[in-house]
Structure formats: structure tokens, C-alpha cells
């Protein structure tokens, strides 16, 4: 789960006034339920554009806790409800205080509280988007069907950067998902030696570095006297793992979500491992992750393959809660 989902696109909206205008939407009705509707937006402000969508990417983690009626720092849920906070598309629209941003821009929205008669959790599964012009992020030439992945790898890139310098360093990142892809990228383009570790061969194979096949041996017998490790599985249960494999005076970053922390002490104690929690993204994460795709720093395109209409819309959401070996599924609007 990325941890975008503290985010507080699900809180009260200001402006409700309709505009007569609606959208198309992916909805959850209520936990267990997917639909594809109409839904009414609000007018735009005078400091927001309108965007129409082209590509937007289902959140495997935060969508599917959504799905099952459920999301931490959220317990008053309301449904329905528009999932999704990963779109990209073509501003049709700005306000007339909008001036950095022109009516035919591509960019990329995390999300959009726009409409009067669903709530949004976070709202980027919809044909048409409205948000605050300083909120999105331009383009700069990347294409559109990879903008969408721009959220998570800002996510990982925050996750990166709380380990400071990593130039020559010796990192592990352990969870081969979307997460840990982009980390592991954006650690070797910054120098470090990494050492990537999951249990599917399928996830290895696209990953950089170094490389550890946890079905075949543990990750702390394979991977020792790290000078960090990035714990991306999500499962508190592996940070005594990443415990054993670092260097006395270690550091570990928790770059995902964790409902609750228990884990053994003394893998901590005896190494003084410093524990370094990650959350989500901020503004100038994602310009940073969108120079990387833009200068090919770090390349998307691996990521960015799986790709479903929204007609077919209850197919790539299965496919995104079920299927382990598609790291992303990028629904195609146009």
C-alpha cells in the first residue's frame, strides 16, 4: 500500500455548487462493489483546471483496502465513494487566475475532490478532473501512459532521500512490487550498489543490481552487512530480517503502511539499527520523480505495459487485486 493514502482528498469538500457538467467514474458503491457511472461535478475555481483523463493506475494497495471497506486514519468511511489518486491527462480548462498552466497541458493529478453526489477516496478514477492549477504537475514530454505511475515513484523517491548521501553504499531493498522497483531504481541512479531481494523470479528478472531469489535462501544469510535496507513488502514480520542483514548502525526504511509494528528488539538492540519510517509523497517529490522519467534517469516503461480500456474496468481491477505477477494496471480512458 502506498502510504498516499493519508492524503485528505476524502474530507468535506467547500465548493459543492454543480456545474451541469458530469464524468464518467469507477465507484465503489459499498465494500465488495465496483461500478462504472455518471457522476455530477462541481464548478472549477478560479485557481484550478480542468483536466480530461487519458491514462489513470489502480493503487493495488490503497484501492483494494478501499474495496474492502476499510482505510487507516479514515474509520468513518462514506460510500459511495471514487477511488484512486494516479490519472494523467489533457487540461481542457483553467481558471482565470490560473497562470502557469495552458488550456492543452499535459500533466499529472493526484487525485480530485470534484463532485456533489459521491465522496472521493481520492478521486482520480473519473473521465474528467478538477483541481488546483499549482497541484498538478506538468508533463515536460513524458508519455501519458506513464504519467499515472509518477505517485508511486515519487513515494519510493521520498523513501530514498531519508537515507541521505547513498553514493557507493551498499542497500538492500527487499519487495520486488511497484514500491521497491522504483526504490532500487532511483538508488543505483544515485550511485548506491543495490541488492534487490523477492520471492517471485518474475519481479527479479526487470530489477537492477544485484539480485537475491528469497525462494531459494534467506534474505539475511544472502544479504549481510548492508548500509541500509529499504523494507518494502508491507509485512512488519521482515523487519528482523532487514535487522540481521545490516551493518552495526544500520538504517532501515519502512516504505510502505503498517497497521501495527511488532518485531523483535534485540535485532535492533544489538546492531543500534536506526528505523527510518517513509510517508507519503510530497509536492516536490513528484517534480523530482517527473525529471527522472524525463531524462530517463530512471525508466517507467517496464511498469507501464499493462494496459486495460475502462470498458473493461471489473477485469483490470481483479486482475489488480489478484494477479501478483502484473505489478500495474494502467486503465486507457480515450
Known amino acids: 500500500m502506498s502510504s498516499t493514502a493519508v492524503h485528505g482528498h476524502h474530507a468535506a469538500q467547500t465548493n459543492l455548487e454543480p456545474s451541469g457538467e458530469s464524468a464518467r467514474v469507477v465507484v465503489f458503491p459499498e465494500p465488495g462493489r465496483i461500478e462504472f457511472r455518471s457522476a455530477s461535478l462541481r464548478k472549477p475555481g478560479d485557481d484550478e483546471v480542468v483536466v ?15 474495496f474492502g471497506g476499510k482505510l487507516p486514519g479514515f ?78 515513484a515519487a513515494t519510493s523517491l521520498h523513501g530514498v532521500a531519508r537515507l541521505g548521501t547513498v553514493a557507493g553504499k551498499r542497500i538492500g531493498v527487499l519487495g520486488m512490487g511497484a514500491i521497491g522497483q522504483f526504490a532500487a531504481r532511483f538508488l ?19 530489477a537492477p543490481g544485484e539480485k537475491i531469489d528469497l525462494s531459494r535462501t ?29 551493518r552495526n548502525g544500520g538504517q ?35 517534480l ?6 524525463a531524462n530517463r534517469t530512471v525508466d517507467p516503461s517496464a511498469l507501464a505495459g499493462y494496459v486495460v480500456g ?3 474496468y471489473e477485469r483490470a481491477y481483479r486482475t489488480a487485486f489478484g494477479d501478483p505477477t502484473v505489478l500495474k494496471v494502467i486503465l486507457a480512458w480515450a
Open 188 to 206: 543505483q541512479a544515485r550511485g548506491a550498489r543495490v541488492v534487490c531481494a523477492d520471492l517471485r523470479a518474475e519481479r527479479l528478472a526487470g
Open 310 to 312: 475502462i470498458d473493461e
Open 288 to 293: 523530482g520523480a517527473r525529471d527522472a522519467f
Open 52 to 66: 480530461e483523463t487519458r491514462y489513470s493506475s489502480i493503487s493495488a494497495g490503497t484501492e483494494r483496502l478501499l
Open 218 to 246: 534467506n534474505f539475511e544469510d544472502a544479504a549481510f552487512d548492508l548500509d541500509a535496507v529499504i523494507e518494502a513488502t508491507g509485512k512488519p514480520e521482515e523487519i528482523a530480517r532487514c535487522a540481521r542483514a545490516v
Open 75 to 152: 474509520p468513518q468511511l462514506r460510500f459511495p465513494l471514487v477511488p484512486g489518486y494516479e490519472a494523467a491527462g489533457i487540461v481542457v480548462a483553467a481558471g482565470k487566475d490560473v497562470s502557469d498552466v495552458r488550456v492543452g497541458d499535459e500533466v499529472f493529478v493526484g487525485g480530485a475532490m470534484c463532485y456533489t453526489d459521491v465522496a472521493a477516496a481520492f478521486g482520480g478514477q473519473s473521465s474528467t478532473l478538477i483541481k488546483k492549477a499549482a497541484q498538478v504537475v506538468q508533463l515536460h514530454g513524458i508519455p501519458l501512459q506513464q504519467a499515472p505511475l509518477l505517485a508511486l
Open 252 to 286: 532501515i526504511v519502512l516504505l510502505s503502511y503498517y497497521d501495527e509494528l511488532t518485531t523483535p528488539y534485540v535485532d535492533l538492540f544489538v546492531k543500534e539499527v536506526s528505523l527510518l519510517v517513509a510517508r507519503e509523497w510530497a509536492h516536490v517529490d513528484l
